[in-house]
């Protein structure tokens, strides 16, 4: 019943894991298993079309099983990027897609102006957009105008395993949000993808935490757990912090030990 | 297979948690039931014996399926702390004790020296001691070479929910441990718990994080998966930080979309 | 020798401060004397043009001492912001303009895409544009790209005092820079500055710190002192961090303490 | 008049300098110079009293400029940093000891419970002690009770430059104190200087980040400059963090720029 909904699909996971970094094709198709994913997210630019007899990426994921997420991976412009989204759609991949559009190659952060320009685009073709962005509440306000079915900001670059960085933004796109709110990149463990699932994300995206773990399906398990941890937290509500300790038992009203031993 | 050894005793579980600031015993119960634990602990200071034939808080905790640890809250000396631990033995309660001995009202910081103390005194009546301590590498040294079974560091202040503070310690105590270290007092969510096992630590100590949640047993469901989320993560090794990005696709060697879409 | 250099201007002090919030003008200006600034940035909007009889805040900044800085504050669009530049040149104040675009009043965080094309439409116009923005690298680079003289990230949003919790984007925004790099907004207290400096921004410009401490000519002394702090530390070359301890006294090598006392 | 009283003595400075680790003994001159400090600590252990003809660290500290406080690092007992002292005052030294009991070698972290015995052994025998310890706020206040004059926590490892690690239990043990907190050990630039002192602490003692700068006596400057800055904004009371924007500018009551542009 607690439904993840991007545009006008549903799920009841809310872990995405990406496909790239893994050490071969049966490691990545058991650590998607263990995550209990249901979505998939695919660069294009990845795809070796050149060797249609070969096995391919796409060969290890199950289409009954998986919803699979194009994305633009390697696209540093617009047009790229709009290039790329209608490739998939011409491979007769879903009709949403994953918009990265990321001019630079050392920290892999995405261009705000190129991003709101493309998601206007894609959505004008029919597309459902999920734009990965930088965590910059007004550009997810912005993208929201236009249309995107969710905002992706990232915790840290791409693959750095920093986790949240970018917390205190994110906090504030969660609370502006009126589309769910995906974090994506920089999650290296369990506890980053706990914590942004106990502030409000509606899920999580990661790849590289899990692909390139040292036993990767039990990281994928791993991470399982905590997004669901995260999630039931949210539900459950969390106690504030507080600057003192508050005793875990009373003070006052109880019987002594004193007391107790003079019985 | 992966079990948790404190001395003589061996658990599957490595949540731990407190029976104080429940709401009423229903929902204590509920909570302990959704956590997996297999070991609460119970502040002997607050067992009201003066009413014999009303319900106890010892009636909501079935020790067939819970290992009692009894505890020394509210005691502020070594004396009291002896005291009580005798107390718990006479009642027939398992002869292990979480030894508290805070003489401060405001953060109930533990003494560092009266622990030392007390530990060494009960250890010669032939308890299992389970020191809780302020995040002290060289203190938890010293407990472990008079005998403690384990140590118990605090994350912050009891109650507060403010996570690991003193993280950076804690990881001293970890690397130099020759017990199982678990993390006392802090924890506020479920990614602070798995950030903790992530790091080694063995178990995870709580209480006021699940019990005053808005909803306690699905807190407590939250922190079963947080604690099982890091240990995995543990086990399965985590990536290393890295300031820069890592490209979860990679950028030489593949297909481009150009030759792809000119094929 | 160590000069700022803002496009065709240039300055020793680092420190840029704004003039609003104080309890009066003349705190205000003991305020501006005390923390050796030379840039004070002026909220055109703030300006109150009707009473031109009576005291104004231009009244109270000496344009021999500091050179003012208008800004666009209040500003939620391109062509609002576009006007107060405009205006301000009228005034005969110097062409030059910190450009805030802010459609959100809570978090006051500036739109990336207006804030980009307003740079370009005012440089068009002859002024020399320093841009307000969030911590995004990419959007700072294409502000450089149109040709602004500064690019100004902001640490955490305005008068919130929280320090610089967008540090590690800000980093990466300085490694990459080919202007100076202004940290602005969210500084609260001298080390917030210094950390600043220390990492490489050129200057750092603040208001509510110091317009709404306690003492503010004391806060503004001790601004001055941070910054000159932070950047004397830049330019001496910090230790790096370590994991573990290095004894500030060598282990080997030494007469100790037996030989000395055999003596 | 602000001044810093420790024991029996009084200071203007509130940064106080180690002397080991400088490149040679100019440097270290140079540096204590630009530092202004009036105190700085040598370890007795590092006096090599077999060259008595030769140049001596002793023979770069102007006795009339500087107070030294000798100090036991290297001691890894009770006994040998008693010996230690005794030698320091049996030289001629001035009667008060900067305690470090350190068994660790690694993280050189101290010994609470032989600190605390020191400390008394000491006292005892008319010595005014600081001791060094860990950030434990119950340790603090029982050395309190003992007599000791100041208490010196340490903010993350000697030598690490991590920095404040343990802020949160350094704002307690300031809270609580009725001596000078110091804090001492971790610091490694400006701002984690300043940070310390705006928080209260009556002074810093560092001595790495100084004497393995790129510049040492520029960063010694910096290091000057920041503990000052940091005091000042201590007495000057720092604005709230607030977890919104505050604006600088009013929002109300004042002229638009359609109404002046209008005049």
Redesign the interface.
Known sequence: SDTLKIGSRAFRSRLIL?T??YRDFEEMKASLEASGTEIVTV????????NLGQPSLLDFIDPARYTILPNT??CKTVE?AV??AR?AAAMGLPRWIKLEVI???????????AT?EATRLLIEEGFEVLPYI?A????A??LQDVGAVTVMPLG????????L??L??IQ?IIEQARVPVIVDAGI?????A??AM?LGAAACLM???V??????P??A??????V??????F?????????????????TG????E???N?
């Open positions: 990406g790239g970094k660069a294009l630019r990845r795809l070796d079309l050149s991976a390697g790229e290039q790329i490739l001019p630079d190659a050392r920290y892999l952060l995405p261009d705000p102006v709101l930088n910059d509440p007004i550009l306000q912005r840290s670059p791409i693959g750095s395993g920093q986790g960085l970018n205190p933004q504030i290296g463990a369990p506890s980053d706990a914590l106990e790849n590289t935490a692909a390139q773990a040292g036993k990767p039990l990281m398990l791993a991470m399982k757990q905590a669901e941890a995260g999630r039931a937290a539900l459950a509500g969390r106690i504030p912090r507080s600057a003192y300790a508050q005793a875990s038992s009373p003070t109880v019987v002594s030990y007391s107790a031993t019985r």
